[in-house]
């Protein structure tokens, strides 16, 4: 499926021509979403990679799933597209970090601090995993600008994902697309051969 040219980095596994596509909506203060991350980390990408079975197969597009009634939400969303900008490379191991300290961010933990202090502790988190050279360009993508409601220089970004998930009816994380249609089957509770048995019976080339 389709992606604009600054959100090519959500893209995390396998070449842009595979024939297949997985979209994994995921949402950084989810736990069932860090359990995804997981698999996708440790089951498919090795399944998709170089040397992998379906190499050259399949593709993962990771679709950020804003759940606003959470409310550091879209923080942790804009902080996670402050590094697609500004340290590509460096995006799914930044989302690997979200999800493993996802309960500093949960609605009781972050209920006392600002938005301010959250973007700042997010901006912490990158550090060792984004170039220190680019750690100032994350943080100040993350800036208000000057106008009283005008976001920041991701709030675009951040739209393009929201309007994403409206316009395919995706409201659950994680929702799962195995080429464009909604997979309900898969769960992030599946094991590696869950997995697999699902790749064996859809993957055609």
């Known amino acids: 499926m389709a992606l604009q040219p600054t959100l090519r980095p959500l893209l995390v596994s396998g070449v842009a021509q595979a024939p297949h596509t997985l979209d994994i909506f995921l949402d950084y203060v989810c736990p069932f979403s860090a359990k995804m991350a997981l698999s996708i980390e440790n089951v498919l990408m090795p399944l998709f990679g170089p040397g992998g079975l379906y190499e050259g197969k ?27 900008r500004a ?22 933990p972050s209920a006392t601090k600002t938005p301010l202090q959250i973007r700042e502790e997010l901006v912490e988190l990158a550090k060792g995993i984004v170039p220190a050279n680019s750690i ?18 991701v709030t675009d970004d ?6 994403f998930s409206r316009q395919n009816g995706i409201h659950v994380s994680p929702t799962v697309l195995w080429d464009g249609i909604v997979a309900n089957e898969i769960s992030s509770g599946w094991s ?5 048995d699902f790749l064996a019976a859809k993957v055609v080339v």
């Open 58 to 84: 399949v593709k993962i597009i990771v679709r950020p799933q804003v759940q606003p009634w959470h409310a550091s939400s879209t923080l942790v969303h804009e902080a996670a597209l402050a590094v697609v």
């Open 87 to 108: 340290a590509p490379q460096q995006y799914w191991h930044y989302s690997l970090k979200l999800f493993e300290h996802q309960k500093q961010f949960f609605d009781i």
């Open 136 to 153: 100032g360009e994350v943080k100040g993508l993350l800036e208000l600008k000057s106008t009283p409601n005008g976001g920041t220089s």
């Open 158 to 163: 951040l739209k393009y994902t929201v309007k």
């Open 192 to 196: 590696e051969q869950q997995w697999k």
